[in-house]
Structures are given as structure tokens and as C-alpha cells.
């Protein structure tokens, strides 16, 4: 302490010193009571002032605690703000080419109790919003509760606009939307999602199925980007397959049409397409026609293409072989009906001369000699009669005769008496080719070791080499002529169906199919066409599955051919000719 300081307090003591001394015994009593009185009220006033502050803040804490353990509020017309960003993966080709994808968006809500005049805000909204639901709206705006959505997925400049209008009581919200860069190109195999971004068909739906949906409805998806899905399909083949498809509507004035190209020694799918279909970024612009898959969620009669099955059958049990002659001179008439031939020859017929003229009496005495039994515990084992399993949720389920008799042996022996989808007979016809063994088609990459592990073998290495040369034979010289393609060397059978209509069967309505494969020298690939109703300039049933179906396979392999590696042989002993211009 400083000298001067020292003074200063000297003088303060001496100063209360002597004012004290004048004071009598009461009066320095009175004093010091006023200044104990004083001092508690301070004290108090203070306590007062620290109880009240503790409160306050105990107040609020605890409310931000109850904040932070409480659930978010959910209304049915809006989702949580984590699920409003949950991200889906990518799905790609088995190229690496985007199929789907997830981009970022906005959406418009309004509060509606913060809304004075909503006539006022439909008169600005449908200057931008053409389309705008005027009496939908105005019931959510006059609904006086505290969130509505007015509308999905804007697009940016929607959102600049509304923005620009200055709407009070109105808001964005930011989502993500699904986006398809190629359209229709692959939509019944990836499928699409509904407007909360969750998959409603095709890969997109089966990826939700595979766990998707569950880490998404408890947040764990939220804004996180995941691995993307890679498909087994090839885009380039896809594209393909699914412009062939679509064209062929047109050509042939089908009412519907389909193809397939498959892996015959891993059962991938490389490219599958149905028509019509529909663009999975507007799902609902064509209607519903679109939506269904024809290839796995449809079953039809697959009339002739079924008799690859019969022969091999025949020639799997020893029944047959292909230096047989079976007697076609005459029909068979059996439970009411007669089986005859479309082209009848009237003569005996070898097993090859069977296959390329597509005779029904030749097959149903194949089948005849095979037995009831037999012939439908053989095609149960190639997967005809049962459901297909697939990764697609779209899979229709067969329809057979509830007990199979001798007429039903003879009919299904050629196609007629049992429906199966189109893919699944492209799958039974892969094993065919392939030495026998079945592999359940797959969506999905898989390599020829991991399809080993899960193939089957269905019939002899020996009955399959067979049947590559029915192929061949009727490739060359019969009904598949038409799909022949120079180089390719494409073999397979055709089918001409009479569909069912009112219970009985319609000749002026066909389901034509071609059951296909190449090169037949070592088979790597099965293709399956078919073309529902397809009619001639005169509008009857008179078009057949070589002037329709097989055609289609045709296109499909002179132009995808090279793209999957197979590689083009010419001349009689297999080389390529040189030639010179």
C-alpha cells in the first residue's frame, strides 16, 4: 500500500472515530439494528434474485431435454427430414453405366394457418404451376393446420419462380428424386420408385426387399451415399433387344411383344425388354398398359417351341434317337380330338424331319412312348411347371392341368395345355444347349464357378449335343431360316400358338415365339422372341412365328452379336473369306 493510501484510511478511521463518540448508548444501538435490518433485506433480495435465475434456467433446460428425447412430429403428408434425403444406391450395368440414380430436388408446402387469403395464393401459384389442382389446393389451404404439401419435386426454375412471387406461408423442403438416364430402355427389369423415393417394381423394389427399406425407416440411409448395384444387363444390348421390341409392334400390329438374351453358362440376363412399356421418370404418362412385364409376369402357351422339349425328353429316356422314323401318315384321335399336322407330309418322318417340320403327331407319339408320368416330372425338372426364382418380384406362376392325362400329355407335348412365361422357356431352352445343366436366371453379375455352384444338371451332356443339332438342322433348313444370320451360324424352333379366348381356342389370334441360339457350334447365347397377335395387312391371324417372331431374333443378334465378343465365321470349314473390292 502506497504512503498516501495509508494516510487516507488513517483519516477515514479518526473521522468515524470521533463522529462515535457523541453518540449516546441508544443511539448507536438504533444505528446498528437499522444496519443489520438493511444488510438481511440485501441478503434476501439477492437469495430472491439467485432462486429466481436457477428456475428460469431449470425451466429451460429442461425443455430442451424434453426437445431432445421426444419423437419428430409425423403427419401422414409429411416424412421426417432424415427420410426426406434417404439416399437409394445407384444401380449401374454390368458396365458401369448409370441405370438409376438419386438427384436432389425441392418441394412447395404451405402452412395453411399462416395464410390469410388463399384465393390470393392459387391466383400467383397457377401462374407458375399450370397444371395446378385449383380445388384440391384450396381445400389444404383453408384446412387452418400447420403443414400441407402442395406440391412434389419441383424443378429449379419452379422453385425461383414461386420464390420470386413472395408468398407468405409457403416453403421448400428439400427431397431427392429418382432420375433414369435411359428412359424406357430397361424399365421393366430396374423397375421404378413411388413418390417418397421407395421401390414399387423391378430391381428397385427387390434392392428395398434386400434390406433398403428397414435401414431407411430407422434413418440409417439418411444423406449417406451407398454402393451402387451393378446388374448383370449389358445397356447396349438392352437398348437393343428393347428397340426391336418396340418396332416390332408397329410392324407386325401386335398387341404386345417381348425378347430375352441370356448367359447360357451362367444364366445372366444381358438384355430383356417388354412392350409396350413406360418411362419409369413419369410412370403413369401411358397408363397403366404399360406396367406389366410380359416376359416373367405373364404366362402364355408356347405352342411349338414346346416340342424342343418333347424330343429332348424322348432322346434323354432312350425313347428315341436321331436315326428314328416315327409314323406321321395319319392323325391321332384320342378323348374326342384329333392331332394332325399343320404341314402334313402323310409319310414316316426322321427325328430331325420332326423338328423341322414342327410335326404334332411325330411329338405327341414321343411323348406317348415316354409316359405320363415322365413327361411332367421332366418338365419340372427344367423349371416349366413351378414359379421361377429370380431376383424380379414380377413372376407369374404357371398354370398346368390339374391331373394330367393322356390328352393332356398329347397337347402339352407341342404347346398346348400348359402356359409359362417367356423367360423361363428361354431359361429350360438355354439348358438345352448347354450340356444339360440349368442355372436359375440371375439379374445379378455372376461368374461361370459361382453359377456351378448353384446349376443342376437336368438331362445327358449326350442328349444335349443332340439337340444342338435339331437346333442347327432347323436353322438351316426348317422354320428358323428366317432368323439365320450370315457368320452367326443361329439355330432354333419356332412357335405358333392358336390363343385362348372364351375357353376355346381363336385361329385368328396367335402367340408366336422363336426359341433361339449361337453360335450352334458352341452355344453361348439363347434368344427368345415372341410377338402376341401379330397380324398381316389383311388384319387376320394368318402371320406365323417365321415371319414374326423369328425375324425379331434375327435383329437382335446381327446387331448385338458382335458386342457380347462373338466373333463371325464364314465359308464351309468355319474361316473368314477375305475379300478384296
Known amino acids: 500500500m502506497s504512503f498516501l493510501s495509508r494516510v487516507m484510511v488513517l483519516k477515514s478511521r479518526a473521522h468515524f472515530s470521533a463522529g462515535g463518540r457523541g453518540l449516546s448508548s441508544e443511539q448507536t444501538a438504533s444505528f446498528e439494528g437499522t444496519r443489520k435490518r438493511k444488510s438481511a433485506q440485501a441478503k434476501n433480495r439477492v437469495g430472491l434474485l439467485i432462486a429466481g435465475f436457477t428456475v428460469f434456467y431449470c425451466v ?23 427420410r426426406l434425403l434417404a439416399s437409394r444406391p445407384d444401380i449401374v450395368d454390368r458396365n458401369g453405366e448409370i441405370l438409376a440414380t438419386d438427384i436432389r430436388t425441392v418441394s412447395l408446402f404451405a402452412e395453411p394457418h399462416k395464410i390469410v387469403d388463399p384465393d390470393e395464393v392459387i391466383e400467383k401459384l397457377s401462374t407458375v404451376l399450370n397444371d395446378l389442382d385449383v380445388k384440391s389446393t384450396y381445400s389444404k389451404l383453408k384446412s387452418n393446420s400447420h403443414f400441407q404439401w402442395l406440391r412434389r419435386q419441383l424443378t429449379p426454375k419452379q422453385q425461383s419462380q414461386i420464390l420470386a412471387l413472395g408468398i407468405p406461408g409457403i416453403g421448400f423442403r428439400p427431397e431427392k428424386r429418382r432420375f433414369y438416364p435411359g428412359g424406357a430402355t430397361a424399365a421393366h427389369i430396374v423397375g421404378y420408385v413411388n413418390i417418397d423415393n421407395r421401390g414399387v417394381s423391378g430391381m428397385e423394389r427387390y434392392i428395398d426387399s434386400q434390406g433398403l427399406a428397414d435401414l431407411a425407416s430407422v434413418g440409417m440411409t439418411s444423406d449417406q451415399p451407398l454402393e451402387p448395384v451393378k446388374l448383370s444387363i449389358d445397356l447396349r444390348v438392352q437398348a437393343i433387344v428393347r428397340d426391336v421390341v418396340a418396332s416390332s409392334i408397329g410392324k407386325y400390329h401386335s398387341i404386345g411383344a417381348g425378347a430375352v438374351v441370356i448367359d447360357v453358362h451362367t444364366g445372366e440376363i444381358l438384355g430383356m425388354a417388354s412392350a409396350p412399356d413406360f418411362d419409369p421418370n413419369d410412370p403413369n404418362a401411358n397408363g397403366p398398359e404399360g406396367w ?19 424330343l429332348a425328353m424322348g432322346l434323354d429316356h432312350k425313347k428315341i434317337s436321331l436315326n428314328d422314323m416315327v409314323d406321321a401318315r395319319f392323325p391321332i384321335r384320342i378323348g374326342g380330338f384329333t392331332i394332325k399336322d399343320f404341314h402334313g407330309k402323310g409319310r414316316f418322318l426322321s427325328i430331325p424331319e420332326v423338328f423341322q417340320f414342327s410335326s404334332n403327331i411325330g411329338t405327341a407319339k414321343v411323348a406317348d412312348a415316354v409316359g405320363i408320368a415322365d413327361h411332367k416330372a421332366f418338365l419340372t425338372k427344367l423349371g416349366l411347371l413351378s414359379r421361377m426364382n429370380t431376383e424380379l418380384p414380377e413372376v407369374a406362376m404357371p398354370s398346368q392341368p390339374r391331373e394330367w392325362k393322356k390328352i393332356n400329355s398329347v397337347t402339352i407335348s407341342f404347346g398346348h395345355g400348359v402356359s409359362t412365361t417367356p423367360l423361363q422357356t428361354a431359361v429350360a431352352g438355354a439348358a438345352l444347349v448347354n450340356g444339360g445343366v440349368l442355372h436359375p436366371p440371375t439379374f445379378l453379375p455372376r461368374t461361370e464357378e459361382q453359377a456351378a455352384e448353384i446349376a443342376t444338371q437336368v438331362m445327358n451332356p449326350s442328349t444335349s449335343k443332340d439337340m444342338r443339332y435339331l437346333f442347327e438342322w432347323n436353322g438351316a433348313k426348317g422354320s428358323g431360316r428366317n432368323a439365320r444370320v450370315d457368320g452367326f451360324d443361329v439355330g432354333g424352333k419356332t412357335g405358333t400358338a392358336d390363343k385362348v379366348v372364351n375357353g376355346r381356342y381363336a385361329h385368328d389370334k396367335n402367340f408366336n415365339a422363336f426359341l433361339a441360339a449361337f453360335p450352334m457350334s458352341d452355344p453361348r447365347y439363347v434368344v427368345l422372341s415372341f410377338s402376341d397377335e401379330p397380324k398381316t395387312d389383311k388384319g387376320n391371324g394368318a402371320a406365323l412365328a417365321a415371319t414374326s417372331a423369328a425375324p425379331m431374333v434375327k435383329e437382335i443378334i446381327s446387331r448385338a452379336a458382335p458386342i457380347l465378343g462373338v466373333k463371325p465365321k464364314f465359308g464351309n470349314d468355319g474361316s473368314a473369306l477375305l475379300v478384296s473390292y
Open 60 to 82: 429451460i433446460g429442461g425443455r430442451l431435454t424434453q426437445y431432445g428425447i421426444a419423437q419428430p412430429e409425423v403427419t401422414s403428408s409429411i416424412l421426417p427430414a432424415d
Open 292 to 310: 406389366m412385364n410380359r416376359m416373367t409376369n405373364s404366362t402364355f402357351e408356347m405352342g411349338s417351341t414346346f416340342k424342343s422339349f418333347t
